[in-house]
């Protein structure tokens, strides 16, 4: 984990996993500042905590003359440590965003009701359902017709305005 305070303070935490014969170690870098020109490196390695202490064999030094060494090549930029370089990912080209649709006119509301439920609706010809019905239609002439069985078909001739609100009672009468 590196903690960025400020262009001059920096702090690296990190930590080993745990071996056979270790509980770990957990370990601070920091970069502080000495003069306006001169920064000192602080490395801390303690064993980390746990059920055991178990044998270190001296690998916390040897883990912060390593990292010393590698913070060192850094600075120096004539790193050795091996480094992979990710592949930069195939470009893929975003959809373009959706068109506006093209904006449609008001709709006007007709309510179509009758005393019998159930009646065959049609606007201008086609099939839009059951009595009682809500339309939505666009403006302009439209016809509306009513048919059940047994049933003379009643039908209305309308003109629907933008934001209008109709309603309709049909009547039939029995053939």
Known sequence: MVTFVDDKHLMFTFETGKSVLSGGFLANASVEPVTETKSALLINVQHRPGDHEGFSFDAGGRMADKFYEQV?????????????????????????????????????????????????VTVDGAFVGNLPTA???????????????????????????AGSDLRLIATLAQE
């Open 135 to 161: 339309l939505r239609l666009p403006p302009g002439k439209h016809t509306i017709q009513v048919t059940l069985a047994g049933y003379r078909p009643w039908s209305r001739e309308i003109t629907v305005l």
């Open 72 to 120: 060192s090549e850094e600075l120096a930029r004539s790193s050795t440590q091996k480094t992979d370089v990710k592949p930069d990912a195939p470009h893929v080209t975003a959809p373009p965003p959706p068109v506006a649709a093209t904006p449609t006119p008001d709709y006007g509301a007709v309510a179509v009701t009758c005393s019998l439920e159930n009646a065959d």
